[in-house]
């Protein structure tokens, strides 16, 4: 699975440009939970094509334009199109389903 490392300064380009999904993960390197999905996430069988990061406490602009409250935060965005925050836990299944109720709902703009 791809993945990127993305800031304030081309989160919003890259994820406009790229085909396919993409799932967008706000870490930090203080929250335990962050460690975990950055370790763990990109060795499970995820129906994404890649995985874009975004260091929270670096990138505050991107923070607050999504409007991160918890860290780790995901989004969901398909072939250019913001299909919103992905709520569920960090499990594979949660995250597939996650996924599936994300992707059939209306896209809006990105934030």
């Known amino acids: 699975m791809d993945q ?3 800031t304030d ?3 919003d380009h890259q994820l406009l440009s790229l085909g396919g999904t993409s799932l967008l993960i706000f870490t930090s390197v203080g929250c335990s939970s962050c460690r975990w ?4 996430l990109p060795r499970q ?3 994404v ?3 874009c990061w975004i260091d929270a406490q670096e990138n505050a602009g991107a ?3 999504y409007g991160v409250f918890h860290l780790p935060a995901l989004f969901v965005v398909r072939d250019g199109e ?4 992905l709520r569920s836990t960090l499990q594979v299944d949660d995250i597939s389903q996650g996924l599936d109720r994300a992707l059939n709902l209306p896209p809006d703009e990105l934030p």
């Open 4 to 6: 990127l490392q993305l």
């Open 9 to 11: 300064f081309d989160v």
């Open 37 to 40: 999905a950055q370790h763990h």
């Open 45 to 47: 069988t995820l129906p």
């Open 49 to 51: 094509d890649r995985l």
């Open 63 to 65: 923070v607050q334009r």
């Open 82 to 85: 913001f299909f919103g925050p």
